[in-house]
């Protein structure tokens, strides 16, 4: 099946550091992905959705030049956490919509574990 | 606004049924209901999905009401690993029509 590959699966960075984290299609051409912020006990929170070639649509309260996102292939959307503080710790969940599947063909890469110490 | 309504939690035994119930009085024509998982520190995995039939697959069965105000997740077979956090959600179809989580319902199977 369709496979979103997420990295770093975990990251630890300093207070005041920026983290990339990448989100690969692996067989499929993704021209939409979303990026999901989850907190300890809490649900998904969509963050922004990454249009490949055009600029990120974010999630209203979301700051866009804090959370970078750039899609600039088919395969690849990157979410840049900036000047990273320890309430930007956080599980961040990319997504992909699987052409030819239907309504239901999102996928999801496995999370990628953010500690801002 | 949540669109969705589920129990916080439920148990159920290994090997039993697992039955999760998801309320959605205020949903439209053209919205479907979807049902994904997420096991613990793992991305969500899509479950199943309906409009107003009744819906079976190699992973659980979708019962949605005649007035689909409320569905009902049915994993025959529950095993230790389907334990997780389900999510109900309804939705219309379209080519990026986004995904919105609730709460879900924590589902633990215990041995």
């Known amino acids: 099946g369709a496979v979103v590959s997420q990295h770093p699966s975990r990251v630890i960075c300093k207070s005041g550091t920026s983290v990339k984290i990448e989100c690969r299609s692996l067989?499929?051409?993704?021209?939409?992905m979303f990026w999901y912020r989850q907190f300890p006990k809490q649900s998904l929170m969509l963050m922004a959705t990454?249009?490949?070639?055009?600029?990120?649509?974010?999630e209203q309260g979301v700051e866009k030049d804090k959370f970078l996102i750039n899609h600039a292939s088919l395969t690849l959307s990157t979410l840049t956490v900036t000047s990273a503080h320890p309430e930007d710790s956080s599980f961040y969940i990319c997504s992909a919509r699987v052409p030819g599947q239907g309504a239901h063909g999102y996928t999801f890469g496995s999370g990628t574990r953010l500690t801002v110490v | 606004d949540a669109k969705t309504t589920q129990p916080t939690s439920m148990d159920c035994a290994e090997g039993r049924a697992a039955n999760l119930p998801c309320n959605h009085s205020t949903i439209s024509g053209n919205e479907y209901v979807y049902w994904y998982r997420q096991i613990h520190s793992q991305g969500p995995q899509y479950i199943i999905h309906g409009l107003k039939n009744n819906e079976t697959n190699e992973m659980a069965s979708l019962i949605i009401t005649e007035d689909r105000k409320s569905s009902t997740l049915i994993l025959p077979h529950a095993t230790l690993r389907d334990t997780a956090v389900y999510y109900c959600?309804?939705?219309?179809?379209?080519?990026?029509?986004?995904?919105?989580f609730g709460k879900g319902i924590t589902l633990s199977v215990r041995p």
């Open positions: 990454s249009n490949e070639g055009s600029k990120a649509t974010y």
């Open positions: 067989d499929f051409q993704a021209t939409t």
């Open positions: 959600i309804v939705r219309v179809t379209g080519a990026n029509s986004k995904l919105t």
